[in-house]
Each structure stands twice: as C-alpha cells, then as structure tokens.
C-alpha cells in the first residue's frame, strides 16, 4: 500500500466550477498535511497546510481533514484557468522530518 | 525575493561526466533536502541534512553524493551521469520543530547528452 494516494486524473473542471481533489494516507499518526502546486516544467509550490480536522479555508482554497478517516482533500472554488496545474498532497509521517509525497493529480480549467 | 535559490536552472551535461548542482537558502533554516523528479512523477527524497547530520535514502544510488558546507548551502554531485538520471533536481529546506512546510527552490533541470 502506498503511504499517500490521490485521485491520479486528469480532473477538468469549467471555469468558475469547484475542483474536488482527494488524498489518503496510510499512517494514522501523521499530523502535518500539505497541498502543493505544481504547473508543468516548474517546482512545487506550498498553497495549503493543515494539521488539525476540520476545514482551513485560505481564499478560494479550502483544504479539509479527517482524521480518522485518514483523509485529507482540497476544494478549489471559482475555478480558474491559472489554477491548472499538478497538485501534489504530502504528508508527515509520526516524528519525521520527510514528505510523503502522492503522485498528484493534473487539473485542468477549461475556460 | 528567493529564498531557496539553486543554480544552474539548466544544465547539460555529457554522459559520465561528474556535475554538480547548488543550493542555497536565506531561511536559515535546519533541514535541507535534495528531491529528483522525473516526468509525471512525484518527488523523489535522495537525501536530507538536519544541521550537519546526513541522511541518505536507502535507495539512493551510491551515483549521489551531497555536501553541506554550512547552514546556508548544500551541494548535489553526481558522479557519473547515466542517461536515466535526466530529471529535475529539487532543492527544499525547513525549520526547526515539526510541522513545518518544506519550501522549494525552481530547480536545476538536468539533461544528459
């Protein structure tokens, strides 16, 4: 089993729809939980961060947590053309200084 | 401003001919990783430092070496480039105490001829 899985897409989305992306996690001790961006050719780029459950909501990003679930996601509201890009969920394991990386998922806002 | 800078953004380099790639960070932060990334792929760690102490990944090919001089650069050599280690090198550091987000620099993409 993969320590983090995302949805692999690709997710199009129209323009001012909400895009839905998903990330689970396989150690229930992970307490620290970060969304990146990543358009094509450049490097990531930290959007979100969350480390208690509950929503987090920074602009038109929303990230969510579930714990128990072992769940964490990200809602991108008011879709834009600029918001197409990889997002890149990673995780901290328990008492680590390392990522854990998913593979990411490829949006795409068709305008 | 940068604060996660490395140098060069491209580089090319012939097949076996040792490279190396820069780092360097005004965050003065702890922690500073190295990251290959291939196409489609998620970030791959080769190895960390927290302040001095190296932590390399299991599998990391015996190829990679890194060097910290101090807190503020880090270095990746690569001794003798294959064509498989074409990629884009990630450079990433943090602060002390968990929880902390890792921050990046724009990368060097690595070509091999």
Not at chain 2, 71 to 82: A, E
Not at chain 2, 83 to 104: I, R, S
Request: with cysteine.
């Amino acid at each position: 089993q993969k320590e983090v899985e995302q949805n692999s897409g690709p997710l199009s989305v129209p323009e001012g729809a909400i895009a839905s992306l998903n990330c689970t996690y396989s150690d229930r001790g992970s307490q620290s939980f970060f969304w990146y961006r990543q358009y094509s050719g450049k490097s990531p780029e930290l959007i979100m961060f969350i480390y208690s459950n509950g929503d987090k909501e920074d602009g038109r990003f929303t990230a969510q947590l579930n714990k128990a679930s072992q769940y964490v996601s990200l809602l991108i509201r008011d879709s834009q053309p600029s918001d197409s890009a990889t997002y890149l969920c990673a995780v901290n394991p328990p008492n680590d200084y390392k990522l854990s990386f998913g593979a990411g998922t490829t949006v795409t806002v068709r305008a | 401003d940068a604060m996660v800078i490395q140098n060069p953004r491209y580089q090319v380099t012939q097949f076996g001919k040792p490279v190396t790639l820069s780092c360097s960070q005004t965050l003065n932060h702890n922690v500073m990783y190295w990251y290959q990334q291939k196409s489609s792929q998620a970030p791959k760690l080769l190895f960390h430092y927290y302040d001095k102490d190296f932590n390399n990944e299991a599998d990391t090919p015996d190829n990679f070496q890194s060097r910290r001089p101090n807190t503020s650069f880090c270095f990746l050599d690569i001794r003798s480039p294959g064509l498989g280690d074409a990629a884009m090198y990630l450079c990433a550091t943090t602060g002390k105490g968990l929880f902390q987000p890792q921050h990046f620099g724009d990368g060097t993409r690595l070509s091999i001829l």
